[in-house]
């Protein structure tokens, strides 16, 4: 569920529309934009506090084999909360081995060469301290 | 008696209209779009989202462009559109210390395990006008290096070895919200650094400022600042357990500050505390400034009478969406009160002249 919700905008309906035709199913909770507050804790390791409200919508349906699939994902599109929870729902069943080779695999490997890539810029911005040698013994 | 003006409506539509035409401006130059503000104007959008206090970088461009750039106004935009929002509930508190670090500085020790990581920063730029950015240029790919896996750890843990610094112990007290509950006085930490991270940028660091000038000085080392993203986690009802909902990025400032220790405490470094959503740099460290400066209490520091030290005046002033709610509406009409004001006034001239005249008398 952390990678469909924090999966690029249509990336998930990408992938799985080019593997699967999507199964139909009944919505037990139609998609809904909200917020969650973000807590923090001062200093880091301390007393929890409110940091401020993000965006996220959510969503639960059933397909008709009874699979229940359940979506919270960060931002407001309705379309990607419900391709998350179709997703959700269908690894319950027996394609979830072809699934997660076909949409979850690809979305974690481009995900972590995203992160691989911004870490890499900034390790090339890590300063290499070297002492200069004084001409004074 | 209260009298009801009306009339305006049609001067209003028309105001209305011609403020949508001058925010498009000259239509022979090209309509900036939403995705163009929030990838080119990313430090207004992180302003935005942090003030407005919601993460969202589409909205806030959104505001940003309806605003025409006014970004209090688009804070305000956005603080209003977060009133509409049903609110699932709150995430669990996230770590920093697992953050993915774009930058990581600290100004107290030079060497330290993760390193200095610069990052995108200004810092070293000559401030000088680029009139490259006015062509339109190709730009240069930053260069990369092979990153070292695994979290960086925070400055503060190598000095807790020692005990020299105060620590943050753990603590799961719920804490208090004001957006739900009106904020009031006395404010416990937790309070007062909701409302620090998403005061107005300019009033923050103005007070900073003062503490670092003399007024409630607690001489201030960034002893960390970090940038990047980190997920967040939330508890889901129907699962029973918490799954990641997303990731933000944030940026941290912990000040390392003196002490000389109090009656109930040895000397040791105390710390203050700045965390805001997005690259936010100049707001998080005045954040951690003036998060020292109104501990002075528990600490057992003397009140100076300095402005931040104030904790009513800080956080009653602090928010620019009440400031400029509060300021902009005396121009709105106050017709009537003040047909009340000069009918007073006429009254008190005219029993001053009568007093006058029978002083005179006399």
């Known amino acids: 569920m952390g990678l469909l919700a924090k999966a690029p905008e249509g990336r998930v309906a990408a992938l799985l529309d080019a593997e ?60 990607d909360a419900e391709v998350a929870a179709l ?13 997660r080779e076909t949409v979850l695999e690809p979305l974690e490997a481009g995900m972590a060469t995203m992160k691989a890539a911004r870490a890499a810029k900034a390790a090339a911005t890590k300063v290499d301290f070297f002492t200069m040698t004084r001409g004074e013994d | 008696m209260y009298v009801a003006v009306k009339g305006g409506e049609r001067a209003i539509e028309n105001a209305h209209a011609w403020l949508a035409e001058e925010r498009r401006g000259n239509t022979d130059i090209a309509e900036l779009s939403i995705a163009q503000i929030r990838e080119q104007l990313s430090l207004a959008v992180n302003r935005v989202m942090a003030e407005g206090s919601l993460y969202d970088p589409d909205l806030a461009a959104l505001a940003i462009k309806q605003a025409r750039g006014d970004l209090i106004e688009a804070i305000f935009l956005i603080r209003a559109y977060r009133t509409t929002l049903p609110r699932f509930g709150a995430s669990e508190p996230v770590d920093t210390g697992i953050m993915a670090c774009d930058r990581r500085i600290s100004a107290t020790f030079k060497d330290l395990p993760g390193g200095q990581v610069l990052g995108p920063t200004f810092d070293y730029t000559h401030r000088l006008l680029d009139f490259k950015l006015a062509a339109d240029g190709e730009v240069p790919k930053a260069p990369s290096r092979d990153a070292e896996t695994g979290t960086v750890p925070h400055v503060t843990e190598f000095l807790n070895r020692e005990g020299l610094i105060e620590e943050a112990p753990h603590d799961d007290t719920p804490p208090p919200d004001l957006t739900r509950e009106p904020l009031e006085m006395p404010a416990d930490r937790a309070l007062r650094l909701q409302a620090l991270t998403r005061a107005d940028e300019g009033f923050t660091l103005g007070l900073a400022y003062s503490t670092q000038r003399g007024y409630g000085r607690n001489h201030a080392f960034v002893g960390e600042l970090r940038i990047g993203s980190v997920p967040v986690e939330m508890d889901i009802p129907e699962l029973g357990f918490a799954v990641e909902i997303g990731e933000v990025i944030l940026t941290e400032c912990e000040t ?3 002490f000389t220790g109090s009656k109930t405490k040895p000397p040791q470094f105390t710390r203050g505390y700045g965390l805001v959503f997005g690259q936010t740099e100049r707001k ?5 400034l003036v998060d020292r400066a109104l ?16 904790a009513e005046f800080v956080l009653y002033h602090a928010d620019n969406i009440q400031a400029t709610g509060f300021l902009e509406h005396i121009k709105l009409p106050h017709y009537v009160d003040f047909q009340s004001e000069l009918e007073l006034v006429r009254k008190l001239r005219r029993e001053a002249g009568a007093l006058q005249v029978q002083e005179a008398a006399e």
């Open chain 1, 20 to 79: 699967i035709s999507r199964p139909a199913f009944t919505w037990l909770r139609a998609p809904e934009i909200g917020s969650t507050m973000v807590r923090a804790r001062a200093g880091a390791t301390g007393a929890p506090f409110n940091l401020g409200e993000m965006t996220i919508t959510r969503c639960a349906l059933t397909l008709e084999t009874g699979e229940v699939g359940h979506s919270y994902i960060q931002g407001r599109s309705k379309a």
């Open chain 1, 87 to 99: 997703v959700d729902a269908l690894m319950q069943t027996a394609m979830a081995s072809r699934l």
């Open chain 2, 256 to 258: 390392v500050n003196q």
């Open chain 2, 284 to 288: 998080a460290i005045s954040m951690a």
């Open chain 2, 295 to 310: 501990r002075w209490e528990e600490l057992g520091e003397d009140n100076v009478g300095a402005p931040a030290q104030d």
